[in-house]
Every structure is written in C-alpha cells, then in structure tokens.
C-alpha cells in the first residue's frame, strides 16, 4: 500500500491537520525512494485536504531530495540537512554530542531528545523558525538553527539538569564502565598468569638506586622529567618517601597516564624552526612535541597490548628482550587470531614506555629486563588496572 497521510498520523501519533514537515519527511524515507516520489502529488492533496498545506518549498525539497535518493547520488548529509531544514529535526551533532542511532539511545538521551524536539515544534508555532528559510537558506541558515538548538542544550531545565551535560555525562559513565571492565578482565587474566610463576624478589638496592635518580632528576625540566610527571600525576617538588611507592607511581602512569603535560613545561618553539605550513588559522602551531607524541603513543595502548607484554617479560624474566619490536611481537604471539598484521604501529607506541623504562631502570641499556623490572613491571600494571575507586575519587563536571 502506498504511503499516505492516514499511515503517516498513525507513525507520529497526531492528526494529519497537526502533522510537522519532519513528520512527513521521515516517513517518505521509510519508503522505497521511487514509491515514495509516486507518492508525492497524492500525499500533498490529502494534507491540503486536512487544512494542512506546508509549503510548495517542501514539496519540492521533498522532491530533489528523493530523486537524489533514488539515483544514489545522496549524501549521508544531503538527507540529515533536508530533514533538519523541515525545522523540528535535531542536528546530528551539536558541539561534543553526538545523537545515537533511535534504536541504540538510552531512556535518558531519548527523553532529552524528544524535549529538543518538542522545543523546536514550540518555536516553529510560535514563528521563530521558519522552514522555508532554512530549505532555501543553506548551510549558513542551518548553522544557525543548530546554534539555536545547542543555547537549549546548555539551558538548565525547571528539575535543574543542563540537557548537554545530562547526556554527555551519561555517555561518559557508559565508556568508563566499559574501560574499567576492560581493566577487570585483563587484571584477571595477568593475575593468573602470575601466579603460576615463581615469586619475583624485590631488589631493593637496585629500588633505592632508580629512584635516587628520579630524584635528581625533578629539578629540572624537559624529557624525561616533564613526561614522567605527567604519567605519574605527582607533585615533582612532594614526591612520594617511600621508594617501593614511588617508583610503582611512575611505573604506572606510563601504563596509565594520569595528566597532560603542563604546557607552562614545555619548550616554546624557537623562532627559526616555526614553519608557517604548520600554522592553522583556529588551532594554531599544530606540530606537537616530542612529549607529546610520546603521551599520545602511550594513551594509545590498550589493555590487550599490555595485557600480553607484561606477560611475556614477566614469563621471560631478567634478560628477556623488552625493545620495542620484541613487545610488538609479543602482543602478535599472545593471541595470533585477534591480532591484526600493525607490528609496526605498536612497535611505534612502545617506544616511549622503553624509553621511560630505561630512566626507571626497568630495561638495561640494550632494552632488556632488568631485576628491577621483572618485579616493578607486572606489579606497576596490576597497579594501573586496579578498580578505579580504589586509586582516585572520581570528580564531577
């Protein structure tokens, strides 16, 4: 049966003289393009007929925009614009927010969803959206409307929630939960994998010596104080006394980074090496430093990647290759079936744990394990993986 005004009033559960251009236009898409454009002139009668006319503009929205459909040269965002310019239909993404599919939102981003676009129908009643400006007016014209869509986003509601914040918190705590399930399951599995070994002896001379040199080190500035700083989240001027502790501290961070670098630590950039083809007009000198790629690379490492590193170092012991390569290739030997051929991307994102290591005293000067490391290096990851609760209050927006 071909689509028409009754079958339409059913889907938006309003009378066809109530119903809203987004109405129509989402269930034209729910049709075959070519039955849908068939179903045009008759579709149009009936609303006239129901003392709801629209515009002759939709119509022919309407119209190009399902004949783009149907030769296939519609974009994702040809389609997301035509429905946005019928005035009620949300942007797909308002400044950090992306909207999930229907299907996939939770009870809270549905019920802010449908508040938005209860708003937006306010406003159109109220003739401070006309849909006609915004078909005709381009990206310009949607741009602004989504500006006038995110001021409600960042407007408290009577019950006090700010719409934005509401559901970018809730999709937060939903990534965290995942992240720290994910953390769980590897702290399981490394668990098990340790206790089959035997045990590893703390050398607390080779302890007390590393951290002396971490020490001296926080004085001053640059690599490879700044970037431990920032993996470790300490006061570089109230270190931890304890040498067990402090040392567990950096080694942890460089699993887990706690912080950014302070920028007020980094080196500004000397005259003669500023290129302008790296100037960008919004973001400035886009090139990052050194520390910072390092900290990216490390950010980049997942619970997989360690998960099957420590534990072929803690298998190997002392002695055992911990360069770069050697770690990329245990990550590949851990569970050939799930690892895909990036050798050499992950070989990249060891580099800078390697390197820290060596400042730690984790790895030797040919990047292998050292005592310290065989104990320090499964105890610091243990240390990074545990519940989240137990490391750090969690603070809110």
Same mark, same amino acid.
């Given at each position: 049966?071909?689509?028409?005004?009754?079958?339409?009033?059913?889907?938006?559960?309003?009378?066809?003289?109530?119903?809203?251009?987004?109405?129509?236009?989402?269930?034209?898409?729910?049709?075959?393009?070519?039955?849908?454009?068939?179903?045009?002139?008759?579709?149009?009668?009936?609303?006239?007929?129901?003392?709801?006319?629209?515009?002759?503009?939709?119509?022919?929205?309407?119209?190009?925009?399902?004949?783009?459909?149907?030769?296939?040269?519609?974009?994702?965002?040809?389609?997301?614009?035509?429905?946005?310019?019928?005035?009620?239909?949300?942007?797909?993404?308002?400044?950090?927010?992306?909207?999930?599919?229907?299907?996939?939102?939770?009870?809270?981003?549905?019920?802010?969803?449908?508040?938005?676009?209860?708003?937006?129908?306010?406003?159109?009643?109220?003739?401070?959206?006309?849909?006609?400006?915004?078909?005709?007016?381009?990206?310009?014209?949607?741009?602004?409307?989504?500006?006038?869509?995110?001021?409600?986003?960042?407007?408290?509601?009577?019950?006090?929630?700010?719409?934005?914040?509401?559901?970018?918190?809730?999709?937060?705590?939903?990534?965290?939960?995942?992240?720290?399930?994910?953390?769980?399951?590897?702290?399981?599995?490394?668990?098990?994998?340790?206790?089959?070994?035997?045990?590893?002896?703390?050398?607390?001379?080779?302890?007390?010596?590393?951290?002396?040199?971490?020490?001296?080190?926080?004085?001053?500035?640059?690599?490879?104080?700044?970037?431990?700083?920032?993996?470790?989240?300490?006061?570089?001027?109230?270190?931890?006394?304890?040498?067990?502790?402090?040392? !567990?501290?950096?080694?942890? $961070?460089? *699993?887990?980074? #706690? /912080?950014? =670098?302070? %920028?007020?630590?980094?080196?500004? &950039?000397?005259?003669?090496?500023?290129?302008?083809?790296?100037?960008?007009?919004?973001?400035?000198?886009?090139?990052?430093?050194?520390?910072?790629?390092?900290?990216?690379?490390?950010?980049?490492?997942?619970?997989?990647?360690?998960?099957?590193?420590?534990?072929?170092?803690?298998?190997?012991?002392?002695?055992?290759?911990?360069?770069?390569?050697?770690?990329?290739?245990?990550?590949?030997?851990?569970?050939?079936?799930?690892?895909?051929?990036?050798?050499?991307?992950?070989?990249?994102?060891?580099?800078?744990?390697?390197? !820290?290591?060596?400042?730690? $005293?984790? *790895?030797?000067? #040919? /990047?292998? =394990?050292? %005592?310290?490391?065989?104990?320090? &290096?499964?105890?610091?990851?243990?240390?990074?993986?545990?519940?989240?609760?137990?490391?750090?209050?969690?603070?809110?927006?």
């Amino acid at each position: 049966m071909a689509l028409d005004a009754q079958q339409i009033s059913a889907m938006a559960s309003r009378p066809a003289r109530e119903l809203t251009r987004r109405d129509v236009a989402r269930a034209l898409l729910t049709a075959r393009s070519q039955e849908a454009l068939a179903t045009l002139p008759t579709l149009r009668r009936q609303l006239i007929s129901a003392g709801n006319p629209m515009s002759a503009v939709f119509w022919d929205t309407a119209d190009t925009a399902l004949q783009k459909i149907a030769e296939g040269s519609a974009t994702v965002g040809d389609v997301q614009n035509w429905l946005e310019s019928t005035g009620t239909e949300p942007a797909s993404m308002l400044g950090m927010l992306v909207w999930d599919e229907p299907d996939e939102r939770s009870a809270l981003q549905s019920e802010i969803y449908d508040m938005l676009v209860a708003h937006l129908e306010q406003l159109l009643a109220a003739g401070r959206i006309d849909p006609d400006s915004l078909a005709l007016g381009g990206p310009d014209a949607l741009h602004q409307h989504r500006r006038l869509q995110e001021q409600w986003m960042m407007t408290p509601l009577p019950d006090g929630r700010i719409p934005m914040w509401t559901v970018l918190d809730e999709s937060d705590d939903e990534l965290q939960a995942q992240w720290d399930a994910a953390e769980a399951e590897a702290l399981t599995e490394l668990r098990s994998v340790l206790a089959e070994l035997p045990g590893r002896p703390v050398p607390k001379e080779d302890l007390h010596a590393a951290c002396e040199r971490i020490r001296a080190l926080m004085p001053r500035s640059g690599w490879p104080k700044d970037l431990l700083v920032a993996c470790g989240g300490v006061d570089p001027d109230d270190l931890p006394a304890d040498d067990e502790q402090l040392w !567990l501290t950096f080694a942890a $961070g460089i *699993v887990s980074p #706690r /912080e950014e =670098l302070d %920028p007020a630590d980094q080196n500004e &950039l000397a005259d003669d090496d500023i290129d302008d083809d790296d100037f960008d007009a919004d973001l400035g000198y886009t090139d990052l430093s050194d520390d910072e790629q390092s900290l990216v690379a490390l950010c980049t490492l997942d619970h997989y990647d360690w998960l099957a590193a420590t534990t072929a170092l803690a298998r190997g012991g002392p002695g055992t290759s911990a360069s770069p390569g050697a770690l990329a290739r245990y990550v590949s030997e851990y569970d050939p079936d799930d690892y895909d051929d990036q050798a050499d991307a992950a070989a990249e994102m060891f580099t800078p744990a390697v390197g !820290l290591w060596d400042v730690l $005293g984790a *790895v030797d000067s #040919r /990047e292998r =394990l050292t %005592p310290l490391g065989w104990w320090g &290096l499964p105890e610091a990851v243990q240390r990074a993986w545990e519940p989240r609760a137990a490391r750090e209050p969690r603070s809110g927006r």
